[in-house]
């Protein structure tokens, strides 16, 4: 029997390499239960059966991508809903082949690696005496075995370098398609998006006469997606505060073929203070949040404050959205997490105190929003335990006219 939710608030939750204290699921196991949540966080150590990929519809059609993948062996799918996504099965999971010489890597290069992706030296952390030909198992730090393959350094040339392919994966314990190795990709014909993360620039419906503004928008792709939507007309303003991420939105943009968008490096939070005449007709706010629904993870340890730490982050920026925002505008809410915290304790924020109403939201597909205040059935959820897609939550909002 599952204990209280305040008896389970110091304990930990831990499942393979990821540690979560039980506060931060605390909310939510109110609604859905620990025997649901302890699914859920199981489902984030594997990644989706699904992998997804848009079609940049500007360059190309959905037909002729698929009919190129195709020639180079790689069957895709059309999504049966969204006219713009394709996917592909991804495969596994396979058992790791041994090998006399380890490279031990970081979190990030072993869940790429874990999907099937190559292994280049700047993910490497240590490894064997490796001579460039040697057969390698590659290990995420906690030693989980991820990948297998053939060295292409040596070891001292690969942590002095730190660039370059290291070795080439010949074995994965998943394996999806290596999308961003294909000259598709180079031409801009597509975009690899997650399933949930498409549905968003269809929900904010843009329009070609509007101005749109994503107050949040590196790496760029609900920016370059609502743009492919109203084909390059209208104008986007892409914003965030880092010129590193706007510089990757430019060559994002670029390489897709995208003319409608403004750059700018600005704090969002305050852009009704320093750009007091901007005003939009709709609004992305996808904030940084805690990302506990990104798939797959193979390492991960978060704490509650972590959970209240980005949550206040995300206020910050709802004082600019609604004073930017036109009246009778749309504003659409999204992040890439699950707790309640950072989902529907934001829309009430946007409701009570700021004034906009929740509306209903194009395509549904999730689970509904958690609750009782009467608009939550308008929200939608990404659970994986239910819905094979990264932990995800939508919001759609309309300022009163």
Known sequence: MALPSTERDEEWLKIEGLVYQHRIFRSLADFIGWERIEKIVRKLTVPVKRYYVRVNTLKTTREELMERLAERGLKAYPDPLLPDAIYFEVKGPYKIPSAPKKVIVDKFAAESVYQGADLYAPGVMRGDPIRKGDEVIILSPTGKPVGYGIAK????????????LAVKVLVSVFRAPKIRELKEYEEGLFYDQSYPAMLVSHILEPQPSEIIVDLCASPGGKATHVAQLIRNEGLILAIDRSTPKVLKIKENARRLGITNIKFLVSDSRYLHLNYPALKADRILLDPPCSSLGVRPKIMDRKEYKDIISVMKYQQQFLEAATRILKPGGTLVYSTCTFTVEENEAIVSLLVEKYGLKVVEQK????????????????????????IDTPGFFIAKLEKKA
């Open 153 to 164: 350094m040596d070891i001292h040339e690969i942590l002095a370098k730190r660039r370059g």
């Open 363 to 386: 395509y549904f597909l999730g689970e509904e929003g958690l609750g009782e205040k009467g608009w939550e059935n308008l929200l939608q959820r990404f659970h994986p335990d239910r």
